[in-house]
């Protein structure tokens, strides 16, 4: 059996409270303590869970060989830097910092600390994506559409960096391409940053992603499409669907239960249509589990303080984009 890798989490409000209970049930993470800034709800934490709480975030750090970030953005460069320079490796929420600025900045002390460093982007490990990545090819247009209900907590950031950047990460994930252009449109509607945004990507390779996000809506909804050469393929992150719809060419009669589609001169094409296996699995404890393995095995963190920085910088231009629209309006 592998040492356990001690951990310390900072921050224990909705989405700290999962990952304390899913560190206390991880059997490679033993969790050194919590500290959060509440110090009333830390103490709450500690006498339910009977775990031990510090009053000071810099003895945790010390006392830790990893830490756990769950705080709001705002604190994320603070925490992260300080346990980068106590050379302690870190696992912090999406998205990485508050600004770019912060950001880039985090990315460098990372490379300069050789620590191991990963960020939250959750949806990188949805059963729904897990088993639809096999099917990517070169996708030339991506539509998605990330909408929520109206939800207080959260709005701290505009919708951009609360919803859209998990599909922004997604994207750029799947495409591996610069970007090219950014346009976008976005309104506040309940809050005082933009509750509902728009998005257009645009690649060097071509490929354009179209990105709606909404905070403020009657259902929830978290609906990606993919559209490649001969292949379609739908991912739906909230139900846990992949379908996958794909063209082959036909060489001969088609079968009498066969679907074709006639393309006149070029001939004829196969339709398939595939629903992968969607294995069950609990997307945050996957990406604790990898992030102790990384550790443990020095290997890469499947999600990179590069790709968080990747993904908050186009969510800041989409942001900036934003503001520009509006003031026009204004």
């Given at each position: 059996?592998?040492?356990?890798?001690?951990?310390?989490?900072?921050?224990?409000?909705?989405?700290?409270?999962?990952?304390?209970?899913?560190?206390?049930?991880?059997?490679?993470?033993?969790?050194?303590?919590?500290?959060?800034?509440?110090?009333?709800?830390?103490?709450?934490?500690?006498?339910?869970?009977?775990?031990?709480?510090?009053?000071?975030?810099?003895?945790?750090?010390?006392?830790?060989?990893?830490?756990?970030?769950?705080?709001?953005?705002?604190?994320?460069?603070?925490?992260?830097?300080?346990?980068?320079?106590?050379?302690?490796?870190?696992?912090?929420?999406?998205?990485?910092?508050?600004?770019?600025?912060?950001?880039?900045?985090?990315?460098?002390?990372?490379?300069?600390?050789?620590?191991?460093?990963?960020?939250?982007?959750?949806?990188?490990?949805?059963?729904?994506?897990?088993?639809?990545?096999?099917?990517f090819g070169q996708p030339m247009f991506i539509e998605t559409h990330r909408l929520a209900e109206f939800n207080p907590r959260g709005t701290d950031v505009s919708v951009?960096?609360?919803?859209?950047?998990?599909?922004?990460?997604?994207?750029?994930?799947?495409?591996?391409?610069?970007?090219?252009?950014?346009?976008?449109?976005?309104?506040?509607?309940?809050?005082?940053?933009?509750?509902?945004?728009?998005?257009?990507?645009?690649?060097?390779?071509?490929?354009?992603?179209?990105?709606?996000?909404?905070?403020?809506?009657?259902?929830?909804?978290?609906?990606?499409?993919?559209?490649?050469?001969?292949?379609?393929?739908?991912?739906?992150?909230?139900?846990?669907?992949?379908?996958?719809?794909?063209?082959?060419?036909?060489?001969?009669?088609?079968?009498?239960?066969?679907?074709?589609?006639?393309?006149?001169?070029?001939g004829s094409k196969l339709i398939y249509f595939d629903q992968p296996k969607v294995e069950e699995v609990n997307a945050i404890a996957m990406e604790l589990d990898l992030f102790a393995k990384a550790i443990r095995e020095d290997l890469p963190t499947p999600v990179p303080v590069e790709d968080g920085f990747a993904a908050l910088s186009?969510?800041?231009?989409?942001?900036?984009?934003?503001?520009?629209?509006?003031?026009?309006?204004?």
């Open positions: 059996m592998h040492k356990k890798l001690g951990i310390g989490l900072i921050g224990v409000g909705h989405l700290g409270k999962i990952h304390l209970r899913l560190i206390l049930e991880n059997p490679y993470l033993h969790l050194v303590g919590i500290y959060d800034h509440n110090d009333e709800l830390a103490r709450k934490i500690e006498a339910d869970f009977g775990v031990r709480r510090y009053e000071n975030a810099d003895q945790l750090i010390q006392d830790s060989e990893a830490l756990d970030i769950v705080t709001p953005t705002l604190s994320h460069f603070d925490y992260a830097s300080r346990a980068i320079r106590a050379s302690r490796h870190i696992f912090i929420e999406k998205p990485l910092t508050h600004t770019v600025k912060e950001g880039k900045k985090l990315v460098d002390l990372v490379m300069e600390a050789g620590v191991k460093a990963q960020v939250g982007h959750v949806e990188r490990f949805n059963p729904a994506f897990l088993a639809a990545r096999e099917y951009v960096h609360d919803l859209m950047i998990h599909d922004i990460d997604i994207v750029l994930s799947v495409v591996r391409s610069n970007v090219k252009k950014i346009s976008a449109s976005g309104v506040a509607v309940v809050s005082d940053t933009p509750d509902i945004a728009n998005a257009r990507i645009e690649f060097e390779n071509g490929c354009v992603a179209n990105l709606t996000s909404s905070r403020i809506s009657l259902k929830n909804m978290r609906k990606s499409r993919f559209f490649q050469r001969d292949a379609y393929i739908s991912v739906d992150f909230y139900k846990k669907k992949t379908e996958v719809v794909r063209l082959k060419g036909l060489v001969g009669e088609p079968g009498p239960l066969d679907i074709t589609i006639d393309l006149g001169e070029k186009v969510a800041h231009q989409v942001n900036e984009k934003i503001q520009a629209s509006l003031s026009v309006v204004a």
